[in-house]
């Protein structure tokens, strides 16, 4: 259970930059690893890019995606906040940083599907 | 455990990536239609020093940031200090600068 | 009276750091009750060994911080009618992050030790003998200085910070913030100093920007922009060599 003191939109987004982060970094090298196929079994490479036209994993490729940009969204948010003049509004900047990332995961779906 | 120069190299590899990031959002979104073929990777990728040099410069800014990410992580949420910690970080960059050269040395080189 | 034989059920903790439980007490409704009176009246009616700490009664002296429905607050200007939750029950706990004494009386030597690792105090550059410096209240310097020098240490923001309860060597928002107003106060000689101190082991470099301290804050200052202050400053100084 999410304690009270941390129930404000800040903290959620603290959290999800965490947990994009780690979950981005545990995917890197599965993703590397697929690449390096590309060296000594192409067939192996394109086996995995045919495994991945299915609708399940283009899913999670759409959950992939959104991982990522609402790191650099989330991330870019936080250098404004650490290295720019301080501006109110930090939680509509959570917030927009979070759409920004939903919008580009969605391009990334409807172009895959 | 973040000394303030691990704080300036994680704020110094984020500000490199944030163009990267987008740049590869943008290949994703364009590439991904019609799905993707090694052929067609390799066609964009293979002896091409312009993506060798954006690939090479991302898999060491991304080897930092996320070594020094999860060190916070895992000193914050597991309780690792010291020297096992430093060894951890150590690892993480290796590891990742080690798959990751392989996968670009694959698509730009091979 | 609208309140007339009302009575607020109050969960209240009781105990110290290695044995704590909650314990239920039934305290008459009064108008414009704040959380401190429903302490004080328990002290006072049922047990007279409860320990708590006040003074002033009007949100200066920084001393009555306690955990009201898990969130961290002074209590003696809350109001019991904007805590109370559905079931109309009001809990009273230490605040977190320090450890407790007895009851709702925390140790904030931690807390206080921590001003003076982030060398918290003033370091003059001139002697009684000097002309009075002039500072205008315009200066950018002295604006950021004012935004947070209006700290009265009650420890809230301190209670509220995840990176103060994973990290036992940070600083936090409270130390940090009183360094970076003293990081703009041109009267002062021990910058270099003090930025060497607030980046050292547990300092500005370890916040995450959850912005707790900010949000809770019952002075309503902004340490989260205080210690962004300071990271940049610092990593500028570290770059340039000053450090």
């Not at chain 2, 943008?26 to 993707?36: D, E, F, H, R």
């Not at chain 3, 009064?30 to 009007?58: G, H, M």
Request: charge should be positive; hydrophobic fraction near 45%; proline fraction near 4%.
């Amino acid at each position: 259970m999410i304690k009270p003191h941390r129930n404000q939109p800040l903290w959620y987004a603290y959290i999800l930059h965490r947990i994009s982060g780690v979950a981005l970094a545990l995917f890197l090298p599965a993703h590397f690893y697929i690449l390096s196929l590309a060296l000594n079994e192409p067939e192996s490479l394109d086996s995995m890019l045919h495994w991945a036209e299915q609708p399940i994993v283009k899913f999670a490729e759409f959950g992939l995606v959104f991982l990522l940009a609402v790191h650099l969204f989330g991330g870019l948010r936080l250098l404004a906040l650490e290295f720019l003049p301080w501006k109110p509004g930090q939680k509509t900047f959570a917030a927009v940083a979070v759409a920004f990332a939903f919008f580009v995961a969605l391009v990334f779906l409807l172009r895959a599907i | 455990m973040l000394s303030i120069k691990l704080y300036i190299a994680q704020r110094l590899t984020a500000m490199l990536m944030a163009p990267l990031v987008l740049l590869h959002l943008g290949v994703m979104i364009y590439a991904i239609q019609g799905g993707l073929t090694a052929g067609e990777i390799l066609g964009r990728t293979q002896g091409s020093f312009f993506w060798g040099l954006i690939y090479g410069l991302f898999v060491v800014a991304l080897s930092i940031h996320a070594a020094i990410g999860l060190r916070v992580v895992i000193y914050e949420w597991l309780g690792v200090t010291g020297a096992r910690l430093n060894w951890i970080t150590t690892a993480i960059v290796i590891l990742l600068l080690g798959l990751g050269s392989k996968a670009v040395y694959a698509v730009v080189l091979s | 009276m609208a309140n007339e034989g009302k009575t607020i059920k109050v969960l209240l903790s009781r105990g110290d750091n290695s044995n704590s439980a909650l314990k239920e007490y039934e305290v008459p409704a009064k108008e414009s009750q704040t959380v401190l009176d429903v302490v004080t009246w328990i002290q006072r009616n049922l047990e007279p060994d409860l320990s708590y700490r006040f003074a002033c009664r009007v949100g200066m002296c920084g001393s009555c911080a306690m955990t009201v429905n898990g969130k961290p607050r002074w209590t003696c200007r809350t109001h019991v009618s904007k805590v109370m939750d559905g079931d109309k029950t009001i809990t009273i706990e230490p605040l977190r992050n320090m450890p407790v004494i007895k009851d709702l009386a925390c140790d904030l030597n931690e807390f206080f030790e921590k001003w003076t690792k982030a060398k918290g105090h003033f370091i003059p550059t001139k002697t009684r003998d000097d002309q009075v410096q002039l500072i205008s209240p315009n200066e950018k310097a002295r604006r950021e200085a004012n935004a947070g020098i209006e700290c009265i240490n009650c420890g809230v923001c301190y209670a509220s910070c995840d990176v103060v309860e994973n990290d036992s060597s940070y600083l936090g928002p409270a130390a940090l913030n009183r360094a970076w107003t003293l990081v703009n106060d041109v009267r002062d000689g021990g910058k270099i100093e003090r930025l060497k101190a607030v980046t050292s082991e547990g300092g500005c470099q370890s916040c995450h920007s959850q912005q707790g301290c900010t949000t809770y804050c019952p002075n309503t200052l902004n340490p989260t922009r205080s210690i962004a202050g300071l990271k940049k400053v610092a990593a500028i100084a570290t770059l340039k060599g000053e450090m």
